[in-house]
């Protein structure tokens, strides 16, 4: 426990959060205190790119050992990000008997187990609050107020840049490119953006909640992902004509003891309260036996978002190493019974697009070979008429599997009539 009230901080990062987190951090300094009794001190920053007047100043420093060997800085905030060195740095700070707060997404879904039980047989404390849906306190919320819940279902907006994007495609008509450019600009994407459009950075999060929401560590290598750099144009309009909008969710549904996790583009209906969240900001859906349905909302990119939570962090770890023992981690309990589904086995609807010629019989071709792998169909859409050119024909189906679907299209696919693959998504409701 720490007998003077003061809580020493050091930072390794300095880039769009790290630079936002030390100048809301020098701003906030005195209303913290006021609000905690607490002094939290800024002691070190490293940064391997620190120049000029900053390189001068005796706090900022280019090595990162002069934060992790300072025996008085008690609370280590990583805003590196990537795998190494920032991994490295974060087992020297527990090894030291450092707390650290993270921002580091990619980190803690490759390394969930590891890092928990790191901090838990350290006796030290590692937040991360900053890592998910920046200004949703989602890590708070599922770790503490809906303890008590088993949540059976989680959809999310996770990616800020995807959101951005499908937003200005979709209400503005601009080209994927156009739109990732903005993004980049305004700072929203990753130092590498193909993070953000492949769909991996939302599968990052999600891996993280489902230790939060589930007690089930999940490695992002194992769970479905599709971005949306290939996303057409003509989906995104053919999905308003069906009364639709196209978002990136982070999926997972909990059924007795099978869990089912991806991230993918996806159809919802336009009333859908998550249809409507636009730009870059992200949004989570939770369902679980006490609370019903909660859906939180809040920007989920940029440099001051991010820093809020990682300052949440840091006060309340502050608060904990100035009046009491760290508790164990509840993350270190796996649930081991729950197992994951397969992305074959999975049951929704889907939208399907055939590029085939505008022929008699076509139609049907096609309808018999969904007839026949069980596909039930909801509803179907030509706009255009070309006798001699193929042209878009979409379906959306009721509720399939996706083995079924899979191989319908396979089965279409190889038919002479598809001129080009069969472009598929999933819907939700
Ligand atoms: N690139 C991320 C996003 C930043 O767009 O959501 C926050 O994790």
Redesign the pocket.
């Known amino acids: 426990m720490k007998k003077n009230n003061s809580i020493g901080i050091g930072v390794i990062g300095c880039g769009t959060v790290g630079s936002r987190f030390i100048s809301h951090f020098k701003r906030k300094r005195a209303s913290v205190r006021e609000k905690t009794g607490i002094d939290f001190v800024l002691l070190k920053v490293a940064d391997r790119n620190m120049g000029g007047k900053k390189g001068r100043h005796p706090s900022y420093t280019r090595d990162p050992e002069e934060v992790l060997s300072d025996e008085n800085v008690d609370i280590v905030v990583e805003l590196i990000g990537g795998m190494e060195p920032a991994y490295s740095f974060i087992k020297k700070a527990f090894s030291r008997g450092k707390s650290v707060v993270t ?1 580091n ?1 990619a980190l803690l879904s490759g390394k969930n187990r590891e890092l928990f039980s790191l901090a838990s047989n350290g006796g030290v404390h590692l937040g991360f609050e ?5 200004a949703i306190p989602i890590v708070k919320t599922l770790r503490e107020s809906f303890i008590g819940n088993n949540i059976t279902k989680v959809m999310a907006i ?7 994007i499908l937003t200005r495609m979709s209400l503005h008509g601009e080209s994927f490119q156009e739109a990732l450019e903005k ?1 980049g600009s305004l700072g ?3 130092a590498n ?1 193909t ?2 459009i492949e769909g991996l ?2 599968t990052h ?1 999600l891996s993280i909640l489902s230790c939060l929401a589930f007690n089930k560590t999940v490695s992002w290598k194992n769970i479905f992902t599709a971005g949306i750099r290939n996303l057409d144009a003509i989906d995104i309009n053919f999905a308003r004509d069906f009364g639709y909008r196209i978002k990136l969710l982070a999926i997972a549904k909990k059924f007795k003891e099978n869990l089912e996790l991806r991230v993918h583009p996806t159809f919802l209906p336009v009333g859908h309260l998550l249809a409507n969240v636009e730009d ?1 900001y ?1 949004a989570v859906y939770m369902e679980g036996d006490m609370i019903g349905k909660s859906l939180m909302y809040g920007e ?3 440099g001051s ?2 820093a809020s939570a990682a300052l949440a962090d840091v006060v309340d770890i502050g608060i904990k190493l100035a009046g009491q023992k760290p508790a164990g981690s509840p993350l270190l309990y796996e649930n081991e019974k729950i197992a994951i589904c397969s992305m074959s086995d999975i049951r929704t609807k889907y939208y399907l697009r055939f590029t085939v010629p505008d022929r008699p019989g076509t139609l049907a071709l096609i309808t018999d070979i969904l007839g026949k792998n069980g596909i039930s169909i909801a509803s179907v859409l030509q706009k255009e008429e070309n006798r001699n050119y193929a042209v878009p024909v979409v379906i959306m189906t009721h509720v399939a599997t996706e083995h079924s679907v899979q191989k319908a299209v396979r089965e279409i696919d190889s038919l002479s009539i598809a001129r080009l693959p069969t472009v598929l998504f999933r819907a939700e409701e």
Do not use: C, F, I, R
């Not at 996770?158 to 951005?164: A, E, H, I, K, S």
């Open positions: 921002a997404k900053a890592s998910v849906a920046s996770l990616n800020g840049t995807t959101n951005y993004a929203y994407a990753e953006p993070l953000d950075d939302t999060k870059v992200n989920g990119a940029g978002a991010a």
